[in-house]
């Protein structure tokens, strides 16, 4: 007696915390469960960002923070993985062996996250066969946070498992292919990679790397697609900052023979070389020429490369004055040497602008500044070509034979999201390409979503997320938007004027919520809205850079040049239709926009993979994680946003299994144990232990929003088999736990349900809460042993896998849920107009089954 009152003082509190009287039961359930979820000691062993409970930016980051406390790098999130840059060499961590690990593990997903799992997947993929085969690995993240070692990573797994000599067809192919593939790495870094504040072997490029595999998945090639060289920091590099690494390779690697044939002398200094006292570990100059040998760059060629870039060096120690006389003729005369033209031709290009009246030409001298531009115009001019043979070259060197090659991964090394204190036409470029990137990174993710939660018989209803279709119709939209605009400034035969273009852009795009003015700024501006935050670029310049002039007649001494390469460069196609067309009618954002989008579509006919890299402190100090800056990114990078479109959908997993199987064992063991009860007090008992396990156990997926936890039908189904082998013991403690009003509903083709419901549902008559509800039309409320009887209907069934055709509406529920409720005592109400039951392969056995469960179920109840 005394044991049943306590019990029952028990359930009034319960109840009384069930149902606060000012709040509503959904808010209450809000609040507790999401206290109850944050265990903080326990978010680091999250292996994926969206398991964290509840997944918000601040778990999320106490997660990430936790783990690279712990010198757990790489975590998922979703369908990407993030990896925080360590700053410091990790033994082991790519070790030879942890790839062959990864590489022949039965289920590699099952592996702690890596970059390694992203490779095997994609390599899977393309063993698998199933389309789109090829693949597609991006890498992003801000300046320093670990694309281009990400990206060295992938190579080198590539080059190792996929490597041809495990299969040894002649060594020589070994050496030639891997070997060079990976070879073009320290090449490229030398000539397109800088030390800035930020990182100290910043790419100073976007690349698209394709590794090409032939039927047996096996590497015989590669090609790279390079974007957007900076080949302004030639001739000018931000204050702190260096010039490319090469330059400064060569000042410190060259023998004096070579000092002496690049005209370098020891004490001679650069003022294109700033900083060089700063020595880096990539100021290896031995090997990037072995790299180039084995590349196929002989030395005679090595020899002109070299020249080149002495003369480049030289042109920049090259200052005008106002009078003619009082050049530098030392340096400009030796700058001419390297680059084997006259050298008088060369101070008159510099000099002296050819203006074309008609059929007439005109020699205007220029200014002292225009004098230095031109300089500057030649060297940039120089090195963008050199880079750009050199990537032919490579290519032509690692790219297989198209009729040896089936497949591709591709790995691209993408410059991050960009936001100084003054942002220019590089910025806007830029970040378009990271607007490009994240419309189709969401559309990725949306659907790899969508596809999970429908293969897994989920219902899903569609996600709200931010679109930034109108932000990219802003930038690069038809027929008007800021690169038509752009492109109109630049093509007018006039200098751009700033303050009239400001007003052009804001009066034709005002309609555009992306774009906005600062009226007090006195720079002329506009600011974007993009999807990771605002940004202002400052007009002035802007339509010059796009231009990129080159003057016809310096493109002409080049062409002349006894250097055979500068020779050869100049003498292609492309820069003659150039010259011909005139300077700016190829913009950069139109070459920019046209590549992105050759870059977009091979991105959409391939499977992706994404990694979002994280820098965890500005200082590049090891082992050091600011919660500021890595919430920046991961903002920036749209991980926040993979985050909150998790959170939309069913973002909180547990294996069902188990739960649904504790579940039943509860609800009828209180039943048991309770028979004295009433039914409502019964149903709150039951609901409390729901609630308590559910707590507990973090249950599979859970939206909050809805208060809805799905399954799927096949884990149900196990489920089912499983309950013969129940263990009630389990049950113990459950009184101890509050209790909400959850109920468990079986729905959707065996799919299970629980449902967070206003009140707790005790069926009038019944003597337990407990409604299954095999959706979409059957509705029953059951006893526990009617309870079994239908399980093990259902589960002898073996439905047909079709996907989409059941589901319903959660409104179909709460109807069928409140018809349950209005039955009298003793009767059950079976709809069964569309039931997924009639579309079983056993459709008449099924009929009977279900009328004989359905007396069966009466008989004992009543
Ligand atoms: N996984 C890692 N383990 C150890 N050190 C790393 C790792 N990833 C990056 N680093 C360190 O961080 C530095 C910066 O990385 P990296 O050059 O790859 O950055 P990035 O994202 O390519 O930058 P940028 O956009 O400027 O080219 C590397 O030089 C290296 O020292």
Known sequence: MFL????????????????????????????????????????????????????????VLKCLQGRYSMKVFYTHAGCTLVALNPFQSIPDLYSLD??????????PQEFKPHIFIVAEEAYRNVRGQLEPVNQSLVVSGESGAGKTWTSRCLMKYYATVASVSSVVKSQDTVER???????????????????????NNSSRFGKYIQLQLDRCQLLVGATVQTYLLEKTRVACQ????????????????ATDEQRKEWKMSHDQSFVWLPNSEKTIEEDCFHETVKAMVHLGINAERQGEIFRILAGILQLGNVSFSSSADESQPCHLDRAAELLCVPAEELQTCLRVRTLKAGKQSVLKPCSQADCSVRRDCLAKVIYAQLFEWLVTFINNSVCADKSTWCNFIGILDVYGFECFQTNNLEQLCINYANEKLQQHF?????????????????????????????CLDLLEGSPISVFSLLNEESRLNRASDAKTFRVRLEKELCDNAN????????????????????????????????????????????????????????????????????????????????????????????????????????????????????????EACGI???????????????????????????????????????????????????????????????????????STWRKWRSLLKSLAEAEL?????????????????????????????????????????????????????????????????????????????????????????????????????????????????????LKSDVTGFNEILLEKTL
């Open 4 to 59: 049943m009152s306590r019990v029952l003082s028990q359930v009034k509190g319960l109840i009384q915390k069930v149902h606060p009287p000012q709040r509503s039961l959904n808010d209450s359930l809000e609040g507790e469960i999401q206290a109850f979820l944050i265990d903080e000691d326990q978010l680091h062993t999250y292996d994926d960002l969206t398991k964290v409970n509840p997944v918000t930016p601040a778990t």
């Open 98 to 107: 942890v790839m062959k690990e990864y590489h022949y593990a039965r289920q």
């Open 177 to 199: 292919i891997e070997r060079r593939v990976l070879d073009s790495n320290p090449v490229m870094e030398a000539f397109g990679n800088a030390c800035t504040l930020r990182n």
């Open 238 to 253: 931000p204050a702190n900052e260096r010039n490319f690494h090469i330059f400064y390779q060569m000042m410190r690697g």
């Open 442 to 470: 969401v559309a990725h993710y949306l659907r790899a979503q969508q596809e999970e939660y429908v293969s897994e018989g989920l219902q899903w209803s569609f996600v709200k997320y931010q679109d930034n279709q109108s």
């Open 515 to 634: 774009i906005s003015w600062d009226k007090f700024s006195k720079v002329p501006h506009f600011t974007v809205a993009h999807y990771a935050g605002k940004v202002g670029y400052q007009i002035e310049g802007m339509a010059e850079k796009n231009k990129d002039p080159v003057p016809p007649e310096l493109i002409s001494l080049l062409q002349k040049s006894n250097n055979q390469l500068l020779h050869q460069i100049f003498k292609d196609n492309e820069t003659e239709s150039q010259i011909k067309k005139g300077p700016g009618k190829t913009t950069v954002v139109s070459k920019f926009k046209n590549s992105l989008e050759t870059l977009m579509k091979i991105l959409h006919s391939t499977t992706p993979h994404y990694t979002r890299c994280i820098k965890p402190n500005p200082e590049c100090k090891p082992l050091t994680f600011k919660k500021e800056e890595v919430i920046i990114q991961l």
């Open 640 to 710: 926040v946003e993979t985050i909150h479109i998790s959170a939309a959908g069913f973002p909180i997993r547990k294996k069902i299994l188990s739960h649904c199987a504790f579940t039943i064992q509860c609800c009828w063991l209180r039943y048991q144990r309770r028979r004295r009860h009433t039914h409502r007090q019964s149903a709150t008992l039951i609901q409390a232990a729901v609630r308590s396990w559910l707590v507990r156990n973090r249950v599979r997926r859970w939206n909050r929003a809805a208060g809805v936890i799905q």
């Open 729 to 845: 013991d389990d049950a113990k403690d459950l009184v101890e736990e509050d209790a909400p009003a959850l109920n468990p509903v079986v729905r959707e083709r065996g799919s299970v349900q629980l449902s967070i419901i206003p009140e707790p549902v005790a069926v009038r008559g019944w003597p337990m809460g407990l409604a299954l509800a095999s959706a979409p039309s059957m509705t029953v409320s059951l006893t526990a042993t009617g309870f079994q009887k239908m399980i093990s209907v259902i589960a002898s069934l073996n439905l047909p896998s079709r996907r989409g055709e059941y589901q319903v509406k959660t409104n179909q529920y709460t109807e069928e849920l409140a018809s349950i409720r209005a039955q009298p005592k003793g009767s059950i109400k079976l709809h069964c107009q569309r039931s997924p039951l009639l579309y079983a392969d056993r459709q008449p056995d």
